[in-house]
């Protein structure tokens, strides 16, 4: 299957700092990028909709000036939680559709944050 | 109304023998797609078995079989001989509508262990 990548995999900062996420399409190019967030135990919240050349589509109840997203390229869109607060601190995962027999999203393999 | 519903929180089987994972749905768009997916404790999202709505034949994906019943809008996943490394966590979604690059919803998940 189509391969997404995630860097860091792990961050541990300080209150008040800003954190930024990249996700990767390794072998395809994703046109739409998702971005979820994950609490321990719990299912995948959607938080945004990244979209190729155009602004994120946004879940309500997530702050769009909180979380910034970006999406430069067709394989790459990051995720910025910005001014980290320990409320902050969960499992990140992004996902990208392919062109796949089923049109699957396949994710990256998340990156787990922590906000001191 | 809940989207996706997985009424197991946590599911125990035996190594070797079948088990079955519930899902039911809820939608009123005729065309839809369903998915299980597994997250074993690394975090990563492994995909797993697709259906589609109007597909007449029940998916089956090796060791795994999503048993369809459209008119009771279930989605249950079996998986046949089960193996130690099943256990993870299983969850079933749902992205309503044509395209990959719709959403997908997620149920609360099912924990599986195989004990040996």
Same mark, same amino acid.
């Given at each position: ?31 739409? *990028? ?10 995948? *919240?959607? *938080?945004?909709?990244? #979209? ?17 997203? #970006?999406?430069? /390229?067709?394989?790459? /869109? ?11 601190? /969960? ?11 089923? #049109? ?13 | ?23 039911? @749905?809820?939608?009123?768009? =005729?065309?839809?797609?369903? +998915?299980?997916?597994?997250? =074993? ?12 709505? @109007? ?8 060791? @795994?079989?999503?048993? +369809? ?20 966590? @299983? ?14 919803? +997620? ?8 004990? =040996?």
């Amino acid at each position: 299957g189509a391969v997404v990548s995630q860097h860091p995999s792990r961050v541990i900062c300080k209150s008040g700092t800003s954190v930024k996420i990249e996700c990767r399409s390794l072998d395809f190019q994703a046109t739409t *990028m998702f971005w979820y967030r994950q609490f321990p135990k719990q299912s995948l *919240m959607l *938080m945004a909709t990244s #979209n190729e050349g155009s602004k994120a589509t946004y879940e309500q109840g997530v702050e769009k000036d909180k979380f910034l997203i #970006n999406h430069a /390229s067709l394989t790459l /869109s990051t995720l910025t939680v910005t001014s980290a607060h320990p409320e902050d601190s /969960s499992f990140y995962i992004c996902s990208a559709s392919s062109s796949g027999a089923y #049109n699957e999203q396949f994710f990256g393999p998340g990156t787990r944050l922590t906000v001191l | 109304a809940q989207k996706i519903t997985q009424t197991q929180p946590g599911m125990f089987v035996q190594e070797k023998e079948a088990v079955t994972l519930d899902c039911t @749905y809820d939608t009123s768009d =005729p065309s839809y797609g369903l +998915f299980w997916y597994k997250q =074993p404790s690394s975090g990563e999202m492994i995909f797993l078995i697709y259906q589609g709505s @109007y597909d007449q034949q029940n998916a089956t994906e090796g060791r @795994y079989s999503l048993n +369809f019943q459209k008119a009771r809008k279930s989605a249950n996943l079996v998986i046949s001989a089960s193996q130690l490394g099943d256990s993870a966590m @299983y969850f079933c979604a749902m992205r309503e509508g044509r395209g990959s690059a719709r959403q997908l919803t +997620f149920g609360s998940g099912t924990q599986l262990t195989v004990l =040996p």
